[in-house]
């Protein structure tokens, strides 16, 4: 695999431009003891609501149901969750998480905010991001599962060990503000490291698909995910974006993979609703 960014300088990445510092003292419990989750401990840990037939959940679609009844249908079989004041305004937000099933996917976290006593509209929803909540609120959000297949195995990526590997990039990070989830911009650092790392991928050997398998060695899949996170860290620029694709990857199927890259993007975009 390319070399992953650690936990710490992973913030540091992204969190530096809004001058926001991020508690991460909470990701892991004691060297001798197993890791936790903190997006479970969050839902687990947290406040929940008793009464949920007698709260109203206002959806994306405006249709209305009531919170006990959509926490009862089979697509919600395995869901949580909690009230939590996101942007610590004095008022709680309302979250869902739930797990739909199958392989290497899907979570998927809805976000309310309250409009009147026990009625909640729905703000957000992330979906198959395999989200990490922070102890100050922020949503890291993964795109390992939205790319995963991208022309390789799920399990298979694009090896350099070596200190001048490119860096391995996944997320990005997400707020809750004024009422809506917002992607929390790159700075400079973020820029030049995907940079860095799409100069370095497009000298690598070019790998011919076979046409029935079509699975790389990763290279494919490295490109997808530092274009996703440049897309979304830098204002959700396609044409940008693909100036920087077709800047580094000069590969002979270069139509073939923006294309499909760009199609991923418009399936990210309708299942997610920040």
């Not at 003292?25 to 007698?54: C, H, R, V, Y």
């Not at 199958?102 to 509209?121: L, P, S």
């Not at 076979?210 to 996703?228: H, T, V, W, Y």
Request: one cysteine or more; charged letters at 25%; proline letters at 2%.
């Amino acid at each position: 695999m390319a070399r992953s960014l650690s936990l710490s300088v992973f913030f540091l990445i992204f969190f530096s431009a809004s001058a926001q510092v991020v508690d991460t003292s909470g990701f892991f419990l004691k060297d001798s003891e197993a890791p936790t989750d903190p997006t479970i401990d969050f839902f687990q840990q947290g406040e929940k609501i008793k009464a949920t037939e007698k709260v109203v959940l206002l959806l994306k679609n405006k249709r209305s149901i009531k919170m006990g009844t959509f926490l009862a249908t089979a697509d919600m079989e395995h869901s949580d969750h909690v009230l939590a004041d996101l942007d610590n305004d004095g008022k709680k937000e309302l979250l869902i998480s739930n797990f739909t099933g199958g392989a290497h996917c899907c979570d998927e976290i809805y976000i309310f905010k309250n409009i009147t006593a026990n009625k909640y509209q729905q703000v957000a929803k992330l979906f198959a991001g395999q989200t990490l909540i922070t102890r100050s609120n922020e949503f890291i959000y993964s795109f390992g599962e939205h790319f995963g297949y991208f022309f390789t195995c799920y399990a298979c990526g694009y090896s350099d060990t070596s200190d001048a590997g490119p860096i391995e990039i996944r997320s990005i990070a997400l707020k809750y503000f004024k009422g809506k989830m917002v992607v929390i911009p790159g700075n400079q650092e973020l820029r030049s490291i995907i940079n860095d790392n799409l100069g370095k991928l497009g000298e690598m050997p070019y790998e011919v698909l076979e046409e029935e398998i079509e699975q790389d060695n990763g290279l494919r899949k490295e490109f997808a995910m530092n274009l996703a996170v440049f897309y979304y860290s830098f204002g959700r620029n396609l044409t940008a974006t693909q100036a920087l694709f077709s800047k580094y990857y000069k590969y002979p199927d270069a139509k073939k993979i923006w294309q499909a890259f760009a199609k991923q993007i418009q399936y990210i975009q309708k299942q997610n609703y920040f």
